[in-house]
């Protein structure tokens, strides 16, 4: 989890939706990663879910009411609206993002909400019908031009039985949208950061493929610390097991061809490149147009280099344009990576050992090097995937004006 999250004082608000009761599991995640927890759930949502499971799980009082008696004074709402890192409402109903939009404070949470300069997010939970009216997209953009983080629904089958918007999002993507939140340092607000990520799929015949163990997991890293800090974030994957962050631009691809072709889409607008893709050395050269029979003869593919996309975008750069590679590698680690540095034209480029049980695909951990040209080589040792976004961001120099500089 996020160290992020840990000592901060989160209000999670629970209104009266069927997905009320996965406000638990929410709150589960958030106490787990050392947030103060206070669940405050509006009348309607004590309808669906209980005071007292909210009690256990966070293991702090919960405000059920303005007047509760015996409501001490360090949780009175003007108290907590100042003191409280964040706020989450999840899931929130049409009513309080309409009560929201429109400043009424007729309950404790409405009331608190009114009162707080904390980052707030909404996750919605609602009929599609409800959720696509203009009334409520219209209450959505008004809060949403007002600063408040917006993360989800999702689509799909809907308890009242409709299918389309309107369900409750994960919650991990819940929690990474906090994670951004509580984040205010924005030194890449208006900037683009565009990153590869995940392995291709490079077709054989119409069935079959050649591919590699690429989990994604380094490139949404470097997706959420990216959205952390403020950048607007375009990532083109290649098959990946590891879904994305919300709220980032995606476009998926299965070929090394596709992911060059929509990586030059995106280039020119952005500040800073990121190759974190394994991105599949050789492609057959003709792919069969029916699927190869089986038979006892031999099969022989012939293969032939695919085109590398960190030394094609780099070789264009422009002097206010950053490009950042990964080197996964088995054995000379650093020399092999500064040979790529320079073959590449990368402003940096981060070696890692990958083969070992604890750093390379697939892995949440990385064995790994930070290289620019004619500077020392910087080693990190092992740690998180997250914790190494954050210093390949650190890296680039990032200063308050949202100039980078490698
Ligand atoms: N890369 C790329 N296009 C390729 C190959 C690699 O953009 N066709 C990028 C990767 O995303 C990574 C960097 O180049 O940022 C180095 O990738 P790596 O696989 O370590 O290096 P290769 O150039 O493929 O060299 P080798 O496989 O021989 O180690």
Not at 12 to 41: M, N
Not at 110 to 122: D, E, G, H, M
């Amino acid at each position: 989890m996020h160290p992020d999250l840990a000592n901060r004082e989160i209000i999670l608000g629970v209104t009266g939706s069927i997905a009320a009761y996965k406000a638990c599991e929410i709150a589960s995640r958030l106490t787990e990663a050392g947030a103060t927890v206070r669940a405050a759930l509006t009348q309607s949502a004590q309808e669906f879910v209980g005071a007292v499971s909210f009690e256990g799980i966070t293991g702090n009082c919960v405000i059920t009411s303005m007047f509760d008696p015996g409501l001490n004074p360090e949780i009175e709402h003007i108290a907590l609206a100042k003191r409280a890192s964040a706020f989450l409402i999840a899931p929130a109903t049409a009513n309080i993002i309409a009560k929201m939009a429109h400043g009424l404070a007729d309950d404790w949470l409405s009331t608190t909400l009114l009162a707080t300069r904390a980052p707030i997010v909404i996750a919605p939970a609602m009929n599609t019908q409800m959720y696509t009216h203009v009334a409520t997209q219209e209450n959505i953009a008004t809060l949403k031009a007002r600063g408040c983080i917006f993360v989800g629904p999702d689509a799909g089958q809907l308890a009242c039985g409709d299918v389309g918007a309107g369900r409750l999002i994960e919650t991990p993507a819940i929690l990474e949208a906090l994670v951004c939140a509580l984040h205010v340092d924005k030194p890449l607000r208006g900037k683009k950061v565009l990153i590869t990520s995940g392995g291709n799929h490079e077709p054989i015949d119409p069935v079959r493929f050649i591919g590699n163990r690429s989990s994604g997991k380094m490139g949404h890293a470097l997706a959420l610390e990216a959205l952390r800090l403020g950048a607007e974030v375009t990532v083109v994957t290649g098959p990946h097991r590891v879904p994305l962050p919300h709220g980032v631009e995606t476009v998926e691809v299965e070929t090394a061809h596709e992911m060059l072709e929509a990586v030059e889409a995106h280039f020119e607008d952005c500040a800073v490149f990121i190759g974190a893709a394994a991105v599949a050395d050789y492609r057959v050269e003709r792919p069969a147009l029916d699927k190869h029979k089986h038979s006892d003869a031999m099969l022989t593919l012939s293969l032939v280099p695919n085109p590398d996309i960190a030394a094609s975008v780099s070789l264009r750069k422009r002097p206010d344009q950053i490009t950042v590679g990964f080197a996964a590698e088995t054995s000379h680690i650093t020399e092999h990576a500064q040979d790529k540095l320079k073959r590449k034209h990368l402003d940096l480029i981060v070696a890692n050992e990958v083969g070992v049980a604890e750093s390379g695909f697939g892995t949440d951990t990385d064995r790994a090097w930070l290289i620019k040209a004619n500077e020392a080589v910087v080693d990190l040792g092992l740690l998180a995937k997250t914790e190494l976004a954050q210093a390949v961001f650190s890296a680039l120099a990032l200063n308050g004006t949202g100039s980078l500089k490698a």
